[in-house]
């Protein structure tokens, strides 16, 4: 069975602060792809970033960077120097490579950035 | 903009009613994904339609239906409403009918329903 833990329902930070948003997954597939989305407060989920099990390298996008560790079946996101624009909830997904298993999502983390 | 069309944004309807949220992908993807998204869900997977055809069905309950029509866009019917189907819905869209995972999303459509 496949399934997305994201332990954090609810953070909060002060603008400029790091903050890290903690992905668990599970899955028997030897082959996925890993996800994020952001879901601001109007409402649409807006696709962040793929990554697929083959490619352990984080990978850094201006102020966001992600860091996978097969290992502990762990895909975290950070974002450097929060603004209030990150505000929003936080998505993150697990997609088998086979089959046509859909996209499964953890519970999401509300990320509440205050000036 | 993600280029997924959802209507209507918001319906109140009472229970024991039938509604009809409608989905128009990207110009291009032939695939349409439907989640519910709900407090205590979280997001759900529905079902899924690859170019007019079923592909993949999720917890969709039986008082639910969708379909895809020919010109790739897609109906979410859900009958004899009860108060729990007040939720979120959102369609999603894809190219590929195997489900590569990038799925552009729909601004959703809220259900109340009293």
């Known amino acids: 069975a496949q399934k997305v833990t994201q332990a954090q329902t609810e953070i909060s930070v002060v603008e400029k602060e790091d903050v890290t948003l903690d992905c668990v997954y599970e899955?028997?597939?030897?082959?996925?792809?890993l996800f994020w989305y952001k879901q601001p407060p109007s409402g649409e989920l807006v696709f962040l970033i793929r990554?697929?099990?083959?490619?352990?390298q984080n990978e850094i996008s201006g102020r966001y960077s992600w860091n996978f560790q097969k290992s502990t079946s762990s895909f975290n996101f950070t974002i450097t120097a929060s603004q209030v624009v990150d505000s929003a909830v936080y998505f993150c997904?697990?997609?088998?490579?086979?089959?046509?298993?859909?996209?499964?999502f953890g519970k999401g983390t509300r990320l509440s950035v205050i000036a | 903009d993600s280029g997924v069309t959802q209507t209507p944004k918001h319906l109140i309807t009472a229970t024991g009613q039938r509604v009809t949220l409608r989905c128009s992908p990207r110009?291009?993807?032939?695939?349409v994904y439907w989640y519910q998204q709900s407090l205590d869900q979280g997001l759900q997977f529905l079902i899924q339609?690859?170019?007019?055809?079923?592909?993949a069905k999720g917890n969709i309950l039986e008082r639910f239906s969708a379909q895809q029509f020919p010109d790739l866009h897609s109906e979410l019917n859900l009958s004899s409403l009860e108060l729990g189907d007040s939720a979120l819905y959102f369609c999603?869209?894809?190219?590929?009918?195997?489900?590569?995972?990038?799925?552009?999303f729909g601004e959703g459509s809220r259900l109340t329903v009293l």
């Open positions: 999603a869209s894809s190219v590929a009918g195997s489900n590569t995972g990038e799925l552009f």
């Open positions: 899955t028997r597939d030897t082959t996925y792809y």
């Open positions: 990554r697929n099990s083959f490619d352990e």
């Open positions: 997904a697990l997609l088998p490579f086979s089959g046509n298993t859909p996209l499964v």
């Open positions: 110009s291009g993807d032939l695939s």
């Open positions: 339609y690859y170019n007019g055809e079923e592909r």
